[in-house]
Structure formats: C-alpha cells, structure tokens
C-alpha cells in the first residue's frame, strides 16, 4: 500500500489539501481507508460553507453553495 494525500479541484487544477475546515490531513499521507473514511466524515459534518487551504493557496478558499466538491486521494511524493 501507499501513502496518499487529499486534493480538491480549485479554480482550474487539482492542489493538495493542508486543512478543510478544522480537519488538517496528515502532512505526510495517510493510508486509502484511513484518509477517505476522514474525508467522509469531514464532508458529512460540514453541508455548508467550508474553508479549505491548499499547498498553492496557503491563506484559504472558501467552498460554499454552488461549488463543486471535487476531491480525490493522490500518492504523497
């Protein structure tokens, strides 16, 4: 198995995923069950508006209404 990361489709390109809200994924990977199952959770919870911070946008996004959650797991380099 392999470490892997989350990444949301922000603007027009996929970027890695530092915090969603209060959930901050391990900086290091996480193994397929452990991070989707933490991604679920966290999607779940949090029906509204969210702020999520990317590698590329450190000081945030919002993700509200009309916003596409877009997510995927990726290998952590």
Do not use: C, K
Not at 15 to 40: C, H, I, K, N, T
Not at 46 to 72: A, K, M, Q, S, Y
């Amino acid at each position: 198995m392999q470490l892997l990361h989350i990444e949301a489709y922000v603007g027009d390109r996929w970027q890695r995923v530092v915090r969603l809200g209060d959930y901050e994924p391990p900086a290091d990977g996480s193994w397929d069950d452990d991070l989707m199952a933490e991604l679920r959770t966290f999607l779940a919870a949090n029906l509204g508006p969210f702020w999520i911070e990317t590698v590329d946008n450190p000081h945030g996004v919002l993700f509200g209404p009309g916003v596409p959650r877009l997510f995927r797991l990726t290998p952590a380099a």
